[in-house]
């Protein structure tokens, strides 16, 4: 059965209207004429249609910055915060006894998001696998089976855009939602799982069939598309790069002294999942929170007596670009990328998978990889 | 694997403290009954928290029976370890888990076993001399090769005598003798000529600081202990115990889920010792 | 989910981030993309940014010391209290027997307020903040050589500049997104020269990296001068035409040959040099400095020095070309601007002045005080004295941040009352008599004004927590019961009375900057379009002055009893006092404790290894911080970083002052150093 069909552009408006009924419609929308971000849609007539390439990753949406996780009622067994108070006092809590005034927090209000790229699905993919296979985490899970994404076909890439060298996108065969590729007057839709076959289903007489002039023209944007992209990078190359020795840690601390320790690059991931988790003690309660956190620091594997393992800055890049070049493809047989681009666009010292990738390009056979 | 109701991981069980038993300098056994039987393995270990304080990974000191009672023997090191060590008994602690791996007891089925601990890291390694003391055919002979920085800083001091009653051979050795001290001094891998066992065909379990592992690890490979069959638990940071964190990821492994407990060969190929 | 686009609370760069918000609950911060200052980046405090606002610290309710420590007050009884006792010891003993901090992590709207309320509801100018503390000496320095002190460039002409000299500034560390747009001009080709003591990690980029002794800028600026005068490389046409007083000046400069400089600063001659020569020759070349040229006894004479030195070469005054103070906390430039200072109203209009003092006393309808106030060090030293009896305090800690802090808590705790306004106890407010809790950044409206002398809007994203207000609505609250009314229907009409009595904000409203990122002052009227960089074509005051000055060494340098020099300042990781970030667990998990830095050559003569601890003493006091090895400091310097009340830098710091901007010396004392356990 053909799970694609035709939305005229001037039925948009309605349909999603009609989608924001019983979810959070979530939409990129123009903040006073500046940035373009993923918020909640009040007017359906302010979502961006011509949006840039790149926004801000929607794994906030799965995995959010800040997220409370617990609750732990205590009805007045906590001493109040008071002047002087900073840290938690140790022992303060060993009469916190019964399990009934336990609350889990997990979100699991329905979101439908509009407007991520193919990419972004396709990192969704990879934070799935991470996320449900073994221990299943219960808080991505809840907001997971709650949320739908309407993704649309890149057809004008940022210039820090390397998806078509991953085959994440600009648009995608499989594993989405709904996709849309705008065709100019009407966009050509396409459902993959099953809730997204159903949502298309559910308003079936805002859709038609498409005709070979609709596939014909699906297609050109499809081939324009790919012809737009300026950077053509193969990880595959840095990762044998690496496996063959050729990287050599001169090069990551070449490439690490413009490192600002910023953490940019892993809180925009769309793949990057490390967090901590801290407890946050209120008078009546305590909440176990969790933080996106990232290997880039120092602290984060800091043990017992001050110890740290990951003292040297160099360590640290050379370990995220590893886990994402050569262990990723060791566990999920998948690059930990997708060329979302978004560490070019945030990384104030052009730390950048990209620009890494393309410098081991330039490493000769021989490992004389220090240029002037 | 958790006994919470609600499927969430994350949510801890409560347990009573039955007893502390001071045991060094900042170290205390804790021993806490939970409602539930507890079923874990020697090398394993739980999320141990307080509301408010945070949670730790702490092994498990004792060997799984059927009394829902869990031995968790802590170091005072940090503000969540810090609190535990102001629990009495009676109190309640919070747990997640069993996690991790444990150790492989098939590898040293029916060969002589060299146990070798430094400081606090003779915790983990005392349920498998429990186990090896109730399962006397189990493996052939059982060495313990214990150090301590002094003599006041020897854990569980009153168990080993029973521990040799029963067939275990203890040799205890310090880095500084002080009050009296009359045993050995001296680093524990200094004492591989006082075994009385083939180490080419032995088994080894290592646990204590990482220098010591690593050098116990190198010394028995190069005594001719075959790689797979040198075996050691490892401490890492850690927030949540179920692979998700990222603390604990180390080469293309998480210590919480694929380990702690890890062959010397799956060390070196893994690059897992964390000091670089 | 909802974003509000807001502004970073914690440095100056002011960089643009929106605050995400869903159910009332703040869950992240993401970077604005299209912003001048960031450009979709934030450096690590403004991505944690979100973190604090909901931290169980937060102060929820007015607090009143009696008898069994602090209780629960409601806001009518706190603020009754607190207008009864200023009333109280305003009869009794004179309205400048009070004092009020105001603060640089507040709102333009805020700080304005408090500078009303200080001068026509109190009826002092004793008011301050903590720009005494770190620019003082810009304000005073800049102002008497070009009328005007601020960075005269904007952050984004930095990228296409093709010299950079940063002198007395940790850049990257401090204003890391300014630092990432001089990386931006390093790969374009610029040359980038650093004058630090320490090898900060942007004296890692640097071409030439000079490591002057601390305390010697004036020196080093006085060589380097000497020598573009030497060699004939004055931009004399510039020089004519623009400035004033130059041929004595030039006679002053004689001495500092670059050989008798060499001795003194440590920096070769030929380095003086090359420097000279390049920073004269270059166009487009910028200045940058910070704490490293004001904080010295000498601070104001530092940054004369540096005015010097851009017009002697002609460096000002275009695109790409100036002096460029960095200013620390993310408004400091606007509680300055707004006047929360002894001696000036907003837009820098002297108290003195008796057409300025006729402006607001004809638009406040009160009559003001004419002589200057007192700076916060003499505020201190009247209250040890038992001249200042009272003391408000809005967003400060000068228990950490003020030096010799063992004097300070001294004259705090001989004052008869206290109030303390902020968003979290600290260590000031355990001694207060009231604490007010306040609203943070993310629960009021308002203004910042970054470095570039970008004024921005903030905006509120949740409610504040429990009874807390915006700072502004308790100082109208509290006018009000002191029989003054303050009434304002929001923070835009204060932004109104601002334009209107100030003329370089003459032209910002809140209408104006919620299209774009605000304005640029001077903004004289409502279709200026703002000022991307200052003195174009002429100074501010006309002419350009060359001001003399001399090297003086610094207040108490190494001897035998004390061999060690001590400098203090920041970490990435933490932000002044702490108040903020050390609530923020990834922060405050990097940057746990105090670590005082020390080279390996000295730490091996001492018997000193990583995390040893070791007691550091000074004239006045002594703290116990574990150690960090590290070239980063040169041989008989020592670096201490003061956010830690666990090890507080400013238990030793010397309190010497400037004698016109009196900024205290937090840069250089001496100190001796003891083992205590490895």
């Not at chain 1, 620091?297 to 886990?323: D, S, V």
């Not at chain 3, 960075?151 to 950079?164: F, K, P, R, V």
């Not at chain 3, 956010?643 to 205290?664: C, Q, R, S, Y």
Request: hydrophobic content about 40%.
């Amino acid at each position: 059965m053909k799970r694609e069909w035709i939305l005229e552009k001037n039925h948009i408006s309605y349909w999603l209207r009609q989608l924001r009924k019983d979810r959070d419609l979530v939409g990129p929308l123009r903040n006073e004429g500046k940035d373009v971000v993923f918020m909640t849609v009040e007017q359906i007539h302010e979502v961006v249609l011509d949006l840039p390439a790149s926004l801000p990753s929607p794994k906030e949406f799965l995995f959010p910055q800040y997220e409370s996780m617990l609750r732990f009622n205590v009805s007045g067994k906590v001493p109040v915060a008071g002047p002087g108070a900073k840290t938690v006092s140790p022992g303060a809590c060993v009469e916190c006894s019964r399990e009934g005034d336990l609350l889990d927090l997990a979100d699991r209000r329905r979101r439908l998001v509009f407007g991520v790229r193919s990419c972004d699905v396709s990192a969704v993919r990879l934070l799935d696998r991470f996320f449900l296979e073994g221990f299943r985490d219960p808080y991505y899970e809840q907001r997971r089976k709650n949320i739908l994404f309407v993704s649309i076909v890149c057809n004008n890439p940022d210039p820090t855009c390397f998806c078509i060298g991953l085959g994440t996108g600009p648009y995608l065969e499989e594993g989405f939602d709904i996709q849309l590729t705008d065709l100019g007057d009407r966009y050509f839709v396409q459902a993959s799982s099953a809730e997204g076959i159903r949502t298309v289903k559910d308003m079936s007489f805002l859709f038609r069939r498409p005709r070979k002039a609709d596939l014909d023209d699906q297609y050109e944007v499809f081939l324009s598309a790919k012809a737009r992209f300026h950077k053509r990078i193969s990880l595959e190359s840095s990762r044998r790069a690496i496996l063959e020795g050729r990287v050599k840690d001169s090069f990551w601390r070449r490439v690490t002294e413009r490192c600002f320790e910023c953490g940019g690059c892993v809180y925009e991931c769309p793949l990057c999942t490390c967090f901590t988790v801290a407890d946050r003690r209120y008078p009546d309660a305590v909440e176990r929170i969790r933080l996106w956190d990232t290997c880039l620091f120092k602290g984060f594997t800091r043990m017992a007596g001050g110890i740290l393992p990951n003292g040297k800055r160099m360590l640290r890049t050379k370990r995220w670009f590893y886990h994402k070049l050569v262990h990723y493809p060791e566990v999920f047989d998948e690059f930990g990328c997708v060329g979302c681009g978004r560490c070019a666009v945030t990384c104030p010292g052009r730390i950048d998978m990209a620009t890494i990738a393309t410098e081991m390009k330039g490493l000769d056979l021989d490992g004389s990889e220090q240029r002037p | 694997m958790t006994r919470s109701s609600s499927g969430n991981v994350y949510v801890p069980f409560g347990g009573k403290v039955e007893v502390v038993i001071p045991q060094a300098r900042d170290i205390s056994l804790f021993r806490v009954k939970t409602e539930a039987p507890l079923d874990y393995a020697p090398g394993q270990f739980f999320m141990v928290s307080l509301w408010g304080a945070g949670e730790v990974p702490i092994s498990v000191a004792s060997l799984s029976r059927d009394d829902a009672v869990v031995d968790l023997c802590i170091r005072r090191a940090g503000a969540v370890t810090g609190a535990l060590h102001a629990l009495e008994a009676g109190d309640t602690v919070w747990l997640r888990g069993p996690y991790g791996n444990g150790f492989p007891l098939d590898t040293s089925r029916g060969r002589d076993v060299v146990l070798v601990a430094g400081g606090i890291g003779l915790a983990p390694l005392r349920p498998l001399i429990e186990w090896f003391m109730e399962n006397p055919g189990d493996a052939g002979r059982v060495t313990l090769l214990y150090g301590a920085k002094s003599p006041g800083e020897i854990v569980f001091r009153d168990e080993m005598e029973q521990w040799r009653d029963r067939g275990i051979e203890v040799l205890v050795t310090v880095d500084r003798a002080e009050g009296g001290w009359e045993g050995r001094t001296g680093l524990v891998t200094g004492l591989w000529q006082e075994l009385r066992s083939d180490l080419q065909q032995a088994t080894a379990y290592i646990c204590g600081p990482e220098v010591m592992i690593r050098a116990a690890m190198g010394e028995l490979f190069l005594l001719g202990m075959p790689e797979e069959r040198i075996i050691t638990t490892l401490e890492a940071h850690m927030k949540c115990g179920v692979g998700k964190c990222g603390h604990c990821y180390a080469g293309p492994r998480y210590i919480c889920t694929d380990g702690p407990v890890f062959s010397y060969r799956e060390v070196k190929s893994y690059g897992l010792f964390l000091s670089r | 989910m909802n974003k509000i686009l807001s502004v970073c609370p914690y440095c100056g760069c002011g960089c643009g981030l929106y605050i995400h918000v869903e159910d009332g609950r703040i869950t992240g911060v993401s970077p604005s993309r299209t912003h001048p200052v960031n450009r979709g980046s934030l450096c690590v405090k403004g991505w944690n940014a979100h973190e604090f606002v909901a931290h169980p610290d937060r102060l929820e309710t007015p607090l009143i010391r009696d008898a069994g420590g602090f209780r629960r007050a409601t806001w009518n009884e706190a603020l009754t209290l607190i207008a009864e006792r200023l009333e109280g010891i305003r009869a009794e003993h004179g309205p400048d027997s009070i004092g009020v901090l105001s603060s640089a992590k507040c709102t333009n709207e805020e700080n304005f307020l408090m500078m009303k309320f200080a001068r026509a509801v109190l009826g002092t100018n004793n008011i301050d903040h903590c720009a005494r503390l770190c620019h003082s000496s810009t304000v005073g320095g800049l102002a008497a050589a070009f009328g005007s002190g601020a960075m005269t460039n904007s952050i984004s002409e930095i990228a296409d500049a093709s010299l950079l000299f940063v002198i007395g500034s940790n850049t990257t560390e401090q204003h890391p997104m300014i630092a990432m747009h001089m990386l931006a001009a390093v790969d374009r080709g610029a040359t980038l020269i650093v004058a630090d003591p320490r090898r900060t990690q942007i004296a890692e980029f640097a071409h030439i990296h000079l490591r002057h002794r601390s305390g010697t800028d004036v020196a080093l600026l006085m060589g380097i001068m000497n020598v573009i005068v030497g060699e004939g490389l004055v931009d004399a046409d510039f020089v004519r035409r623009r400035t004033e007083n130059f041929d004595s000046f030039a006679e002053e400069l004689k001495r500092f040959t670059p050989a008798a400089v060499e001795e003194i600063t440590g920096v070769k001659a030929n380095d003086i040099r090359r420097v000279a020569r390049v920073y004269a020759m270059e166009k487009r070349s910028m200045l940058f400095y910070a704490m490293g040229i004001t904080q010295h006894i000498t601070g104001v004479d530092n940054v004369r020095a540096c005015a010097n030195l851009v017009m002697l070469s002609g460096h000002i005054g275009l695109p790409m070309s100036g002096i460029n103070p960095l200013r620390g906390q993310n408004n400091v430039q606007g509680a300055c601007d707004m006047g929360a200072l002894p001696n000036v109203y907003s837009g820098y209009q002297k108290v003195a002045d008796p057409r300025a003092r006729r402006k607001f006393e004809r638009a406040w309808r009160k009559r003001l005080p004419a002589a200057p106030g007192l700076t916060i060090m003499e505020m201190m030293e009247a209250a040890r004295a038992g001249r200042l009896r009272a003391m408000y305090v809005m967003g400060e800690n000068p228990l950490l941040s003020d030096p010799d802090i063992n004097h300070v808590r001294e004259a705090i705790e001989r004052m008869e009352f206290l109030v303390v306004q902020d968003i979290f106890p600290n260590e000031t407010s355990e001694l207060a008599d009231v604490i007010l809790p306040a609203a943070s950044f993310a629960e009021k409206e308002g203004t910042f004004t970054n470095t570039e002398r970008r004024v921005q809007l903030i905006r509120r994203a949740v409610a504040p927590v429990g009874e807390a207000m915006p700072d502004g609505d308790i100082i109208c609250a509290l006018a009000a019961r002191m029989g003054y009314s303050m009434s304002y229907r929001g923070a835009y009409e204060v932004m109104e009375e601002i334009a209107l009595l100030t003329p370089s904000y003459g032209g910002i409203l809140h209408h104006r900057l919620s299209e774009g990122f605000g304005l640029q002052w001077p903004c004289p009227d409502s279709s200026h379009p703002g000022t991307p960089y200052l003195h174009r074509k002429k100074f501010a005051k006309g002419l350009g002055t060359f001001i003399q000055v001399d090297f003086l060494p610094p207040d108490e340098p190494p001897d035998d009893d004390f061999p060690f020099l001590l400098t203090t300042g920041r970490l990435y990781f933490h932000y002044h006092t702490g108040t903020m970030c050390r609530r923020t667990a990834v922060l405050e998990r990097e940057e746990p404790e105090c670590l005082v830095e020390i080279n390996p050559a000295d730490a091996e003569r001492l018997g000193l290894k990583d995390r040893s601890v070791v007691r550091v003493t000074s004239r006045r006091g002594a703290i116990e911080p574990r150690v960090l090895v590290t070239s980063r400091v040169p041989e008989g310097t020592v670096f201490i970083p003061f956010h830690f009340i666990e090890a507080a830098a400013n238990v030793l710091t010397n309190p010497a002052m400037d004698p016109g901007a009196k900024i205290p010396e937090y840069k250089v004392c001496a100190v001796r150093l003891e083992k205590i356990r490895t």
